[in-house]
């Protein structure tokens, strides 16, 4: 039986090594800094008691929340089951398995290349140049063969550093006509002005996706948006389900939207980006600290003298980090989610134990 499953399986998802996401990796701790979710707890209440009716498709009231919120018209947003529903349904619509590409560029997140595996669409890896973490326009130029779609971090997960602007213009000017450019801004509210939204205005090939995971505090409804031109957007809508965002979820990212949501999560973005600045200077003083890489979102990047030592230990005590050490330039790098000032201090007072051993 176990092996006339196996056959039937397609061969592309029978070797697919799935996302090893924070909460597959587990790690016994009460200190989670390993999936860059907001630390500090937010308290919706809904007063929704009946579901006997199926959700709208695109709800109208939320995505003109959402439009308010980034300035654009309601026909350039879709919302979707988080982010990653952005990144997938992209993929399904357009690229064709086994003949079109899409490019990514790492060491960036890797729900781009997984998606486009289970696809059988091929993924062109352009690493980043190592120095600046930025993009290699030109090797991207030259392997645009068959590509579809351009993935781009900004801020980059996990190295957090922003892509220049200038950059971002060259490939979607180089690129128009023969590929879309996708921005994924989930860490956007941390830098804000970094964002490539005024870009979509003249840029008919950009895409970017955003979420309400990160800064506003809600990764437990799973609730993102793609921000396009209207044509996408339409095409988007064609390979959507029928109902993807629950009624519940409509009601709560509505309060996450409103003014005094979209206050408070800007309070929320300046704590933790304070609390980023106070963990860096703490972690520029302990010597098995090699170096910190400049971050614009709440979480950083360390690479560490004996990181695996620290990894364990810290996990022992409780404190989970995420580990960065297969990705390509990040040996020995642990990237470090912006915890809450308390959680920040432990972590520091537990490096410190162990360094000056
Ligand atoms: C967390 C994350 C996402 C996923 O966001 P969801 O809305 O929770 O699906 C997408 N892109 C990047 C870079 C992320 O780090």
Request: proline share 4%.
């Amino acid at each position: 039986m176990k092996d006339s499953i196996a056959n039937l399986v397609r061969s592309n998802i029978k070797h697919l090594q799935p996302y090893q996401s924070a909460r597959r990796i587990g790690g016994d701790g009460n200190i989670l800094l390993n999936a860059n979710e907001c630390p500090i707890p937010v308290v919706f209440k809904t007063n929704l008691t009946l579901f006997n009716r199926y959700p709208e498709c695109q709800p109208k009231s939320l995505i003109s929340f959402y439009s308010n919120y980034v300035g654009l018209s309601s026909s350039q947003i879709l919302v979707t089951r988080g982010a990653d529903e952005g990144i997938e349904l992209l993929i399904k619509a357009f690229c064709n398995p086994r003949k079109d590409a899409i490019i990514c560029c790492p060491p960036t997140y890797d729900m781009y290349a997984i998606n486009a595996s289970i696809s059988n669409v091929e993924t062109k890896e352009i690493p980043v140049f190592h120095d600046t973490w930025q993009i290699d326009l030109d090797n991207i130029q030259r392997n645009l063969d068959k590509v579809k779609l351009i993935y781009i971090c900004n801020p980059n997960n996990p190295t957090g550093n922003i892509i220049l602007k200038q950059d971002i213009i060259n490939l979607l000017d180089k690129t128009l006509g023969s590929s879309l450019v996708v921005i994924d801004e989930a860490y956007i509210e941390f830098s804000s002005e970094n964002s490539m939204v005024e870009l979509l205005k003249d840029h008919p090939n950009l895409i970017i996706l955003r979420t309400l995971s990160k800064a506003f505090a809600l990764a437990g409804i799973r609730c993102g948006f793609t921000l396009a031109h209207k044509e996408i957007i339409n095409i988007l809508n064609k390979v959507i389900s029928p109902y993807p965002i629950p009624t519940i979820v409509t009601d709560i990212a509505i309060q996450a939207l409103s003014k005094s949501g979209i206050k408070n999560m800007k309070d929320r973005v300046s704590t933790l980006n304070l609390n980023r600045h106070w963990l860096v200077n703490e972690l520029h003083q302990i010597s098995w600290v090699k170096k910190i890489f400049n971050s614009h979102a709440n979480y950083v990047l360390v690479k560490f003298h004996m990181f695996e030592q620290i990894f364990q230990h810290l996990w022992n005590k409780g404190i989970i980090l995420r580990n960065q050490n297969h990705k390509v330039y990040l040996k020995k790098c642990l990237r470090i989610s912006i915890g809450s000032y308390s959680e920040c201090l432990r972590l520091i007072e537990e490096i410190k134990i162990l360094s000056n051993k």
